[in-house]
């Protein structure tokens, strides 16, 4: 079986050999199991011509695994001076609360991301207002792009990925139930601007450190 789809890969050349070798190694693990060796697809480590990083290639049709940071789209959600907030249903830090926010899909908008992530977090309809901060977190590979956004009634519920999704009082968010740093300085940066128009969108000078 791993010879046949050797010599089938073999000959199909980029786009063609990249489609028909995803299908081909996925009836293979499925036969023979998800620790079966696999010929074909980016398996060599090297730098390829006209590169300066070593990347996963194909030796076959000489196919090139980018590895490229995530986008995560999100929102610090408010209710009139109340702020909407989920209690994360996965890993990491489940039972840990958390401004709606994902990874970005393909065919959208950073702005688009943030609805949808509040939609399937949170089943609100949030209203983009502006982007409130851009943080960049090379240890993880991510820009995270942070807006401000409304509902316009207090209709939410807990989505697939939350246990529970509540409006908090600025004095009453759980600061030491909070996800991730990132979540601390939204909502703090969304406070140093509240009821402004015009602002500079906010960053995190040293990556990966409280701004």
């Known amino acids: 079986m791993g010879a046949v789809i050797h ?9 063609q050999c990249f489609l028909a070798r995803n299908i081909l190694v996925y009836h293979y693990i499925c036969m023979n199991g998800p620790n079966s060796y696999i010929t074909g697809g980016p398996r060599v480590l090297k730098i390829p011509s006209g590169d300066n990083m070593e990347r996963l290639t194909c ?10 940071p995530h986008i995560v789209a999100g929102a610090v959600v408010t209710y009139n001076a109340q702020f909407l907030l989920c209690k994360r249903a996965i890993e990491p830090r489940t039972g840990f609360w958390t401004i709606p926010a994902g990874y ?19 089943c609100a309809k949030i209203s983009i207002n502006s982007l409130l901060a851009l943080y960049t977190l090379p240890r993880l590979s991510q820009v995270q792009m942070i807006y401000r956004a409304t509902i316009s009634d207090p209709i939410f519920a807990a989505g697939v990925e ?18 991730f740093p990132t979540v601390h300085w939204a909502l ?24």
Not at 7 to 15: A, E, H, I, M, V
Not at 105 to 121: H, I, K, M
């Open 104 to 122: 970005m899909e393909l065919n959208e908008t950073p702005e688009q991301g943030a609805v949808r992530e509040a939609a399937e977090e949170a």
């Open 59 to 68: 030796p076959e049709c000489d196919f090139i695994h980018y590895e490229n």
């Open 7 to 15: 010599q089938t890969l073999y000959f199909l050349s980029n786009l």
């Open 162 to 179: 939350s246990l529970e999704v509540a409006l908090f009082d600025w004095k009453d968010i759980p600061w030491d139930g909070l996800a």
């Open 188 to 211: 703090k940066h969304f406070k140093q601007v509240e009821g402004l128009d015009v602002y500079q969108p906010f960053g995190n000078r040293t990556p990966d450190f409280a701004p």
